[in-house]
């Protein structure tokens, strides 16, 4: 299996990015989850989706991140809104809960006015 990040960026405090994570190597539909490694912090789960599309996040970032899939391009989303300079961060995605799969290379996300 292959993850794949993108979407990241630089942005303005209030702005909005809409992350997007590929994944390839099987058809099957997971549980996913996005996560997020802070400049000089440990890796740490932002939001995950199961495969029936309930959801659940991080108290950080209820009420302004929704995450999102198509299982039909096997991809998931995560539009995050109202960022602030606390949400910078390399996101990544993976199977959720064990992280089973290689890590992807992420997708930068810069908060910064």
């Known amino acids: 299996v292959q993850l794949v990040e993108s979407g990241g960026g630089t942005v303005q405090p209030g702005g909005s990015l809409r992350l997007s994570c590929a994944v390839s190597g099987t058809s099957y539909i997971y549980a996913m989850g996005w996560s997020c490694r802070p400049p000089g912090k440990q890796r740490e789960l932002v939001a995950h989706?199961?495969?029936?599309?309930?959801?659940n996040y991080a108290d950080s970032v209820k009420g302004r991140f929704t995450i999102s899939r198509d299982n039909a391009k096997n991809t998931i989303y995560l539009q995050m809104n109202s960022l602030k300079a606390e949400d910078t961060a390399v996101y990544y995605c993976?199977?959720?809960?064990?992280?089973?799969?290689?890590w992807g290379q992420g997708t930068q996300v810069t908060v910064s006015s």
């Open positions: 993976n199977r959720y809960p064990d992280n089973r799969w290689p």
């Open positions: 989706i199961t495969s029936g599309g309930s959801t």
